[in-house]
T-cell receptor, first 111, second 114 residues
């Protein structure tokens, strides 16, 4: 069973702070990693993808991948109330092109 | 300019009745997927398609069937709805297998089986 684990939260951060969301996965052969944002009552929206070790930055978002430790994280700098949502981690296990989703972490950014 | 639409958006049905959910995409994506999302379980794959008339089962396929007669349409059928199938259903599509560069999701269908 390929597993993707996330802390369900909620993670509460003040406006302007850095929000750090973490995800661990069980399959060492995993190659592709994604972060989706899902607002309440809406569908998931892809915000970041990462395929190699290290950091990948896109605006206020940074995805970090460490394959040796089998974790991927998402940092949101200068958090805004509009960032309040559930963040889903998705991982493509090795040998499969179908991603496994984590259960998501709820983020609350308070003014 | 939604590239992927689902219908209906909401549906209430009775136990034992057949239900069909529709997913329509205008992206010309080869791959399409049906997921259900439930509290405590996250997104779980029901069925997927890798081309017209080519489909396969996901991890929670029991009680569901699918059909894809055209690239743009992917139908999910609950042959005899049960209360355990009350859920939010999302369709997704991708140009590459398994969303190798991520999925595009539809807006979802909230299904209630009473």
């Amino acid at each position: 069973q390929k597993e993707v684990e996330q802390n369900s939260g909620p993670l509460s951060v003040p406006e302007g702070a850095i929000a750090s969301l973490n995800c661990t996965y069980s399959d060492r052969g995993s190659q592709s990693f994604f972060w989706y944002r899902q607002y309440s009552g809406k569908s998931p929206e892809l915000i970041m993808s990462i395929y190699s070790n290290g950091d990948k930055e896109d605006g206020r978002f940074t995805a970090q991948l460490n394959k040796a430790s089998q974790y991927v994280s998402l940092l949101i700098r200068d958090s805004q109330p509009s960032d309040s949502a559930t963040y889903l981690c998705a991982v493509n296990p090795g040998g499969s092109y179908i991603p496994t989703f984590g259960r998501g972490t709820s983020l609350i950014v308070h003014p | 300019d939604a590239g992927i639409t689902q219908s209906p958006r909401h549906k209430v049905t009775e136990t034992g009745t057949p239900v069909t959910l529709r997913c329509h995409q205008t992206e010309n994506h080869r791959y399409m997927y049906w997921y259900r999302q439930d509290p405590g379980h996250g997104l779980r794959l029901i069925h997927y398609s890798y081309g017209v008339k080519d489909t396969d089962k996901g991890e929670v396929s029991d009680g569901y069937s699918v059909s894809r007669s055209k690239t743009e349409d992917f139908l999910l059928t609950l042959e005899s709805a049960t209360s355990s199938q009350t859920s939010v259903y999302f369709c997704a599509s991708s140009s590459l297998p398994g969303g190798s560069y991520g999925y595009t999701f539809g807006s979802g269908t909230r299904l209630t089986v009473v």
